[in-house]
């Protein structure tokens, strides 16, 4: 499979991180163990009559990418835009928001600065929406600069920003080069999370090894004592998500698959594999490519794929464009968001009350 562009790599960041992210939603929560005899293999959309909708993974990753095109490279622009989309988000009743977000959004309303709004929390929120500034950003010191800022609007423990960081450089790796190299992936973490962050490069490593001994990704999780699913932690969630990569780094049907099979918190881990492996493989139509039956399958509006894939296009296009030209990214109908959104919680909660029914 020959190297993608960064046009490619960014639109395939996007639809992978959607994607990834309405396979896995009905599946969280679900024990590994239940989730085969309660919803069956994880092969095709199973949410509304057999379309997938996107939950706050992909929304993330969105708002994101649009206010890296309004920031033009500059950090300060890009958090007080993120921020200011974070505060609006929250008010459209965004279904199954973390806590640390949500608290977040609350302390931006009531008046806090974008540097002072995050709660302390390792949650995985920063990581979920991490890989598109992998798949967007050459240069590293920015990239790094970016993925901090994104982070520490929500969540103010280290943590959860070096499994961000690692999850961007993931991406990065994956755009960059036809084959990935662990070794070389996990030196540039090493470098860039610092001693501090030596227990989470301590986990990727065992990833790594665990791989070159044969192990599947299940095994792994179940290793890491995560035999019942994957939690929103970060030093659980960014490790499993980055074995399933490094496992299938150019096939995304396995790549999604094998993570959402481990259960837990699996529309997220799908979406963190779904963008990594999205970047690196870029748009649908090839093999090991993103399935086009996947993509039509989305039931998504206002953020519909065409939308989206308008997005990643005006990524692009920003940071080839003359700084003092700029690019706006595609607008978005706020009234459309609140309707789509209650039709979305509706559903969700047909899915929690038939998890109270068998087969247990």
Not at 277 to 295: H, K
Request: hydrophobic share 40%.
């Amino acid at each position: 499979m020959n190297k993608v562009s960064k046009r490619e790599a960014i639109v395939g960041c996007i639809l992978g991180t959607a994607v990834g992210d309405a396979l896995g939603l009905p599946y969280e929560g679900v024990s590994s163990q239940r989730a085969p005899k309660l919803l069956g293999p994880p092969d095709r959309y199973r949410f509304l009559f057999g379309r997938g909708m996107i939950s706050d993974d992909t929304e993330h990753t969105c708002m994101v990418a649009q206010s890296l095109i309004e920031a033009n490279g500059d950090v300060d622009i890009f958090t007080k835009r993120f921020a200011s989309r974070l505060r609006w988000w929250i008010l459209a009743f965004p279904a199954g928001v973390g806590k640390a977000t949500a608290r977040s959004g609350i302390k931006l309303w009531l008046g806090a600065k974008p540097q002072n709004a995050g709660v302390f929390s390792a949650g995985n929120g920063p990581a979920m929406r991490a890989a598109v500034f992998g798949a967007a950003i050459d240069d590293c010191t920015l990239l790094l600069h970016m993925v901090r800022a994104s982070s520490r609007l929500t969540h103010s423990d280290p943590k959860a920003e070096y499994g961000a960081i690692a999850v961007a450089l993931a991406a990065k790796h994956s755009r960059d080069n036809e084959t990935a190299d662990a070794n070389l992936w996990l030196e540039q973490v090493a470098e860039a999370v610092g001693n501090e962050g030596v227990e989470l490069t301590d986990l990727l490593r065992k990833a790594d090894q665990s791989i070159r001994t044969g192990e599947s990704t299940p095994d792994f999780a179940q290793g890491l004592g995560l035999g019942k699913g994957v939690t929103g932690y970060t030093y659980h969630t960014v490790p499993v998500a980055i074995h399933a990569w490094l496992a299938h780094p150019k096939d995304f049907r396995q790549a999604v698959a094998t993570i959402i099979r481990c259960g837990g918190d699996a529309d997220t881990t799908a979406a963190i594999v779904g963008g990594i492996v999205g970047a690196g493989v870029g748009r649908e139509g090839g093999e090991g490519n993103i399935p086009e039956e996947w993509i039509d399958g989305l039931c998504e509006w206002p953020r519909s794929v065409t939308w989206m894939r308008s997005l990643g296009e005006s990524l692009a296009a920003s940071i080839d464009a003359n700084p003092t030209t700029g690019t706006k990214p595609p607008s978005i109908n706020p009234l459309g968001v609140l309707l789509r959104n209650l039709l979305f919680l509706l559903v969700v909660l047909f899915h929690g009350f038939r998890r109270l029914a068998p087969p247990y």
